[in-house]
């Protein structure tokens, strides 16, 4: 199996669901796209760089995955 970047929204929510433990039931798709906004506005202004989860950069897709993790733990 062949590890690849995150190439949609919709991949990028698994995998903060999966990490997290978050169901669907607890935290709807449109509030984690909310939390998902709010990592992807962190990580712009600590690096500077723009984040968009249609490019392939794993390091990027990984650092909003794991904020959101965080930030939705939170919400939840």
């Not at 978050?22 to 796209?33: A, F, G, S």
Request: net charge negative; aromatic share 10%; with cysteine.
């Amino acid at each position: 199996m062949a590890i690849t970047s995150i190439t949609t929204l919709a991949g990028l929510r698994s995998r903060i669901r999966f990490i997290s433990g978050i169901q669907v039931e607890e935290i709807v798709d449109d509030d984690l796209d909310l939390v998902i906004s709010i990592a992807s506005e962190w990580f712009t202004e600590q690096t500077g760089l723009t984040y968009d989860v249609a490019t392939a950069d794993a390091a990027y897709d990984n650092a909003i995955m794991y904020y959101s993790c965080y930030l939705g733990s939170i919400a939840q």
